[in-house]
C-alpha cells in the first residue's frame, strides 16, 4: 500500500473556519509588517520617544512637582559641570 493510502484524512473545515483562519494570518502579517516598519523607521521612533517622554514629565509634574524640579535642576547642573569640565580640557590643549 502506499503511504497516501494510510496517512489519515486531513480533518475537514467549514469554509466559515478557512475565512477566519485567513483573517487571522491577515492580520498576524499585517501587525509583523508594522512591528517591521516601525523598528526601521528612526523619525518615527524618535517621535515615539519624545511623546513616551513627555508624558512621563507631564505625569511627574502633576504628581511630585518637587522632584521634577530637582531632576531637572540636576541635569542643568551636569550640563554645566560637562560644558565647564569641556572648556577647561580644551584650554589645557592649547
Given at each position: 500500500?502506499?503511504?497516501?493510502?494510510?496517512?489519515?484524512?486531513?480533518?475537514?473545515?467549514?469554509?466559515a473556519e478557512l475565512q477566519a483562519d485567513i483573517e487571522k494570518t491577515r492580520a498576524d502579517?499585517?501587525?509583523?509588517?508594522?512591528?517591521?516598519?516601525?523598528?526601521?523607521n528612526l523619525p518615527k521612533q524618535a517621535r515615539h520617544a519624545a511623546h513616551r517622554l513627555?508624558?512621563?514629565?507631564?505625569?511627574?509634574?502633576?504628581?511630585?512637582?518637587?522632584?521634577?524640579?530637582?531632576?531637572?535642576?540636576?541635569?542643568?547642573?551636569?550640563?554645566?559641570?560637562?560644558?565647564?569640565?569641556?572648556?577647561?580640557?580644551?584650554?589645557?590643549?592649547?
Amino acid at each position: 500500500m502506499s503511504e497516501a493510502a494510510t496517512a489519515p484524512e486531513p480533518p475537514r473545515r467549514s469554509q466559515a473556519e478557512l475565512q477566519a483562519d485567513i483573517e487571522k494570518t491577515r492580520a498576524d502579517l499585517k501587525a509583523t509588517l508594522d512591528a517591521i516598519e516601525f523598528k526601521l523607521n528612526l523619525p518615527k521612533q524618535a517621535r515615539h520617544a519624545a511623546h513616551r517622554l513627555k508624558t512621563r514629565v507631564n505625569t511627574l509634574r502633576a504628581e511630585n512637582p518637587g522632584a521634577l524640579v530637582a531632576g531637572v535642576a540636576g541635569a542643568a547642573a551636569l550640563v554645566a559641570g560637562v560644558a565647564v569640565l569641556g572648556f577647561r580640557f580644551a584650554a589645557s590643549r592649547k
